[in-house]
């Protein structure tokens, strides 16, 4: 099994920063990739950004490009999600995952995670 404990929310005005922090723990060498996902009141869980752990290659939504960075640090198990100029609709719960799936891509849907956080919340006032 793996734990994945997420933290760094909050609320926050448009234009800030915030970093969030998803730690990783039990069985570790079996993820491959490491993604956030959010969820807005009302909206379906929708993707973020990930990362593979052994090339730290990523990808990201379109909505984020730009402002959000995705990064892993090996010896501390730990994810980070950087978001800069952050926006209202930003707003959400967002959820670290955990992925099992082999290969040389970056999973992105939901289906190819295995393993997911309790989410933190993220505000963004206007």
């Known amino acids: 099994q793996v734990q994945l404990v997420e933290s760094g929310g909050g609320l926050v005005q448009a234009g800030a920063s915030l970093r969030l922090s998803c730690l990783v723990s039990?069985?570790?060498?079996?993820?491959?990739?490491m993604g956030w996902f959010r969820q807005a009141p009302g909206k379906d869980r929708e993707f973020v950004a990930a990362?593979?752990?052994?090339?730290?290659?990523?990808l990201y939504a379109d909505s984020v490009k730009g402002r959000f960075t995705i990064s892993r640090e090996i010896a501390k198990n730990t994810v980070y999600l950087q978001m800069n100029s952050l926006k209202p609709e930003d707003t959400a719960v967002y959820y670290c995952?955990?992925?099992?799936?082999?290969?040389?891509?970056?999973?992105?849907?939901?289906?190819?995670?295995?393993?997911w956080g309790q989410g933190t919340q993220v505000t963004v006032s206007s």
């Open positions: 995952a955990a992925s099992k799936t082999a290969g040389g891509g970056i999973p992105r849907y939901r289906y190819e995670y295995d393993y």
């Open positions: 039990g069985r570790t060498f079996s993820t491959s990739g």
């Open positions: 990362i593979r752990w052994s090339t730290s290659s990523t």
